[in-house]
């Protein structure tokens, strides 16, 4: 194995090689140490790894993104893809969809990065490998590099190298920007669908109560109607109930106005006309009564007058002799108005209008005089 031709992986952009520092891959100036020798073992279908001539370690990639570490480690195999540069290739992990070996910015200082890149036909000076036989460095070691850096070309190549590194810093921060850019708009989108499903959900949910609640109204509209039509006939059960009774006292009253005889009807009035009659004597007996008071109060008043003194006038301003005059007078007043039209009406005309009174189509009225008031009768 020790006779296997060993190789420099050397980048397009800087001529320089690469070696394993840190854990990780970076450019160096060649000086044929073992870091620095990739042995190439082949594999199916054109597939080769890179061992390293150091620890017998092979190069890997850890990652297929934009950025993603190489290192050493168990074997990985990698293909050759040509170019339109002669000589260089685009050296490709098999691993990985769009994974490439890539110069960080093309820079051709030493310690410069390598990583792993996406196929872009701009970045293409960063992205192209020499891989150079070990024993031809050696015969050419100390030989004159086939370009100045002093001469003014090189200086506008550095100068170019350095326009399209800043440009490829400005990209990528715009990608970064992009990418947190559509980060949001996911995030956006999540919480779109989120609201839209829970929105959906209670659009669910409330047509499920709507149809609950016209199910249960429903079913209670019916429970109703049913409640309704059993009343109904309750109803009409107790008015055809009240009918037949109404009408069988119909039938009673009528049996019993037949089996009413003559006697007794007769009967009926005779009582009526007897309580008529004592009615008419218990007037009668007022009457006589009333009269027999008047005539007290006759005989008393011609008492008076003949115990007082005769005319008008009061001599010896005797006051208490004339308002006992004046107070015999107005009673006798009273008494002749409460008597008035008593003494000469028939009995059946006083008693026509003692109940004209009491029914109120006649009530009493009043005429002013000097002590009394003399009550007369009037339509009502």
């Not at 073992?41 to 297929?64: H, P, S, T, W």
């Not at 026509?352 to 009043?366: V, Y």
Request: glycine residues 8%; charged residues 35%; hydrophobic residues 30%.
């Amino acid at each position: 194995m020790s006779n296997d031709p060993a190789y420099f992986l050397v980048p397009a952009s800087s001529g320089l090689c690469i070696q394993l520092k840190n854990g990780t891959i970076y450019t160096a100036e060649p000086n044929g140490s073992a870091e620095q020798k990739w042995f190439i073992e082949k594999g199916n279908e054109g597939q080769i790894a890179f061992r390293n001539g150091r620890d017998g370690q092979y190069l890997r990639g850890v990652g297929g993104g934009k950025g993603a570490r190489i290192v050493t480690g168990q074997k990985q195999f990698w293909s050759l893809e040509s170019s339109n540069t002669p000589n260089a290739f685009w050296i490709k992990c098999v691993d990985f969809p769009n994974a490439y070996l890539c110069n960080s910015y093309g820079k051709w200082s030493i310690n410069n990065l390598i990583y792993m890149w996406a196929h872009e036909l701009r970045w293409t000076q960063t992205m192209l490998w020499y891989v150079s036989d070990f024993g031809t460095w050696e015969e050419h070691k100390n030989s004159k590099p086939g370009f100045d850096p002093s001469k003014p070309g090189f200086s506008e190549l550095a100068a170019k190298e350095k326009s399209v590194e800043d440009k490829q810093k400005k990209l990528e921060a715009l990608e970064r920007e992009l990418t947190e850019k559509q980060k949001q708009q996911e995030a956006k989108e999540h919480e779109l669908e989120a609201k839209t499903e829970k929105q959906e959900a209670e659009a669910k949910e409330l047509q499920k109560r709507q149809k609950a609640a016209e199910s249960a109204s429903s079913s209670k509209a019916d429970e109703r109607e049913k409640e309704l039509a059993e009343k109904l006939k309750e109803v009409d059960a107790k008015a055809k109930e009240l009918a037949e009774k109404e009408e069988q006292l119909s039938q009673q009253s009528k049996s019993a106005g037949k089996q009413i005889s003559p006697d007794v009807a007769n009967r009926e009035a005779d009582e009526k006309r007897k309580k008529l009659e004592d009615g008419e004597k218990r007037v009668a007996e007022k009457e006589f009564e009333l009269q027999e008071r008047e005539t007290r109060l006759k005989d008393k008043e011609e008492s008076l007058r003949s115990q007082g003194a005769p005319g008008p006038s009061v001599p010896n301003g005797d006051l208490g002799r004339a308002i006992g005059a004046n107070r015999v007078q107005s009673t006798r007043k009273e008494l002749e108005a409460a008597t008035v039209g008593r003494r000469s009406a028939p009995l059946k005309l006083r008693t026509r209008q003692r109940k004209a009174i009491e029914k109120g189509e006649l009530r009493p009225i009043t005429m002013p005089s000097n002590f009394v008031h003399l009550p007369r009768l009037r339509a009502g």
